[in-house]
C-alpha cells in the first residue's frame, strides 16, 4: 500500500469516527462545548501522530485511547493549585471532617448501652429540654427517681466515653416538652 493510500484511509477513518468521539466526549465532560474542544484535541493529536499509527491495528481503540489520555492531561492542567507557603493555602483549608463522625458513632454507641428508663430521662431532659416534673409525670414516677435516673445516666455516659465528666444543662423550667 502507498503513503498516499495510506493518508487517505487514515483520513477517512478519522472523519467516520468523528461522531463516536463526540459521543464519548460528552460522557467524559458533560459539557457540549468542552466534548466539542475535546474531540479537536483528539483529531489534531491523531493527525500530529499519524505516523505512530500501524495500519492494520484497531483504529478505534487508537484513536480512543488518545481521547481518553487526553481528558486525563486537561483535568490535570485545569486543576487548581496554590503554592503551599501563600496566604491563599492557608484560608482554602478545611480541617477534616471524619473524627466528628467517628465522635459521633461513639457517643450513639455509648447512648444505646445505658439502661432504657435512664437513657430515655436523659434524652427527654438534654435534647427535648423537658422539665424533671414532666419526665416524671410522662413515665409514672417521682421526681427524685427522675433525677437519679438523669444523674446515673450522665455518670455512666461519661466513663463509657472516658470523660471526667459531662458538662451540665440547667433543667427547663416552665418550658413546653413535646409530645
Given at each position: 500500500?502507498?503513503?498516499?493510500t495510506?493518508?487517505?484511509?487514515?483520513?477517512?477513518?478519522?472523519?467516520?469516527?468523528?461522531?463516536?468521539?463526540?459521543?464519548?466526549?460528552?460522557?467524559?465532560?458533560?459539557?457540549?462545548d468542552?466534548?466539542?474542544?475535546?474531540?479537536?484535541?483528539?483529531a489534531?493529536?491523531?493527525?500530529?501522530?499519524?505516523?505512530s499509527f500501524?495500519?492494520?491495528?484497531?483504529?478505534?481503540?487508537?484513536?480512543?485511547?488518545?481521547?481518553?489520555?487526553?481528558?486525563?492531561?486537561?483535568?490535570?492542567?485545569?486543576?487548581?493549585?496554590?503554592?503551599?507557603d501563600?496566604p491563599?493555602?492557608?484560608?482554602?483549608?478545611?480541617?477534616?471532617?471524619?473524627?466528628?463522625?467517628?465522635m459521633?458513632?461513639?457517643?450513639?454507641?455509648?447512648?444505646?448501652?445505658?439502661?432504657?428508663?435512664?437513657r430515655?430521662?436523659?434524652l427527654?431532659?438534654?435534647?427535648?429540654?423537658?422539665?424533671?416534673?414532666e419526665?416524671?409525670r410522662?413515665?409514672?414516677?417521682?421526681?427524685?427517681?427522675?433525677k437519679?435516673?438523669i444523674?446515673?445516666?450522665?455518670?455512666?455516659?461519661?466513663?463509657?466515653?472516658?470523660?471526667?465528666?459531662?458538662?451540665?444543662?440547667?433543667?427547663?423550667?416552665?418550658?413546653?416538652?413535646?409530645?
Amino acid at each position: 500500500m502507498t503513503t498516499a493510500t495510506t493518508t487517505a484511509g487514515f483520513d477517512l477513518d478519522l472523519r467516520d469516527i468523528l461522531p463516536r468521539l463526540r459521543v464519548y466526549a460528552l460522557s467524559l465532560t458533560r459539557n457540549a462545548d468542552r466534548a466539542d474542544d475535546l474531540v479537536q484535541q483528539t483529531a489534531l493529536k491523531a493527525l500530529a501522530g499519524r505516523a505512530s499509527f500501524q495500519v492494520g491495528t484497531n483504529f478505534s481503540g487508537w484513536i480512543f485511547r488518545i481521547q481518553h489520555n487526553e481528558f486525563i492531561s486537561e483535568l490535570r492542567r485545569n486543576r487548581p493549585t496554590v503554592e503551599l507557603d501563600s496566604p491563599a493555602a492557608y484560608a482554602v483549608h478545611e480541617p477534616p471532617r471524619q473524627e466528628h463522625g467517628l465522635m459521633l458513632r461513639d457517643v450513639l454507641g455509648a447512648v444505646l448501652r445505658l439502661p432504657r428508663d435512664g437513657r430515655q430521662a436523659l434524652l427527654q431532659s438534654q435534647l427535648e429540654g423537658c422539665s424533671h416534673r414532666e419526665i416524671a409525670r410522662r413515665a409514672g414516677v417521682a421526681i427524685g427517681t427522675v433525677k437519679s435516673r438523669i444523674s446515673r445516666s450522665r455518670t455512666a455516659l461519661a466513663q463509657l466515653l472516658d470523660l471526667p465528666s459531662l458538662p451540665g444543662r440547667a433543667e427547663a423550667h416552665g418550658q413546653a416538652c413535646p409530645a
